[in-house]
């Protein structure tokens, strides 16, 4: 199976959403809250986080010559809210922009074949637009 490069352009196009929102947002937008526990600062701490996840998933995948995703309990979002909600929101906001940047290059140079088990493992492994622009969509509703 070849998978179709457009998921190169659609992670693109989501960092760049990233990075215009994030540039637009005030100090007092994103302390703005999303949700019950969450603020539009700790929606990007969120992204970060799972975008580094999945560079750490990349770099063991490629070194491993097999997907290599251990398992990570969803839990992970409610143990590390103290953490994110501690940052300062401009740092999470550019620690979402610099992490996704970071995984569009690594994938979009990644081995094809390695690309094609991590996509058939999971497509969000591969498609990073899925989640971040779940978030992304909370953030703009509000």
Same mark, same amino acid.
């Given at each position: 199976?070849?998978?179709?490069?457009?998921?190169? $352009?659609?992670?693109?196009?989501?960092? $760049?959403?990233?990075?215009?929102?994030?540039?637009?947002?005030?100090?007092?937008?994103?302390?703005?809250?999303?949700? $019950?526990?969450?603020?539009?600062?700790?929606?990007?701490?969120?992204?970060?986080?799972?975008? #580094? #996840?999945?560079?750490?998933?990349?770099?063991?995948?490629?070194?491993?010559?097999?997907?290599?995703?251990?398992?990570?309990?969803?839990?992970?979002?409610?143990?590390?809210?103290?953490?994110?909600?501690?940052?300062?929101?401009?740092?999470?906001?550019?620690?979402?922009?610099?992490?996704? $940047?970071?995984?569009?290059?690594?994938?979009?140079?990644?081995?094809?074949?390695?690309?094609?088990?991590?996509?058939?493992?999971?497509?969000?492994?591969?498609? #990073?637009?899925?989640?971040?622009?779940?978030?992304?969509?909370?953030?703009?509703?509000?």
């Amino acid at each position: 199976m070849t998978i179709d490069s457009a998921f190169i $352009e659609r992670n693109r196009t989501s960092t $760049e959403r990233i990075r215009s929102l994030a540039a637009r947002l005030t100090d007092d937008d994103l302390r703005r809250p999303v949700g $019950e526990h969450w603020t539009v600062a700790i929606a990007l701490a969120h992204i970060a986080f799972w975008e #580094r #996840r999945v560079l750490a998933v990349l770099g063991a995948t490629e070194r491993e010559g097999k997907v290599s995703a251990p398992p990570i309990d969803m839990s992970v979002n409610d143990l590390l809210l103290p953490f994110w909600a501690a940052m300062l929101p401009r740092q999470a906001a550019q620690l979402a922009i610099d992490s996704a $940047e970071a995984v569009d290059a690594r994938l979009a140079g990644f081995p094809p074949g390695l690309l094609e088990e991590l996509y058939a493992a999971g497509s969000r492994w591969v498609v #990073r637009a899925l989640h971040r622009d779940v978030h992304l969509d909370e953030i703009e509703a509000g």
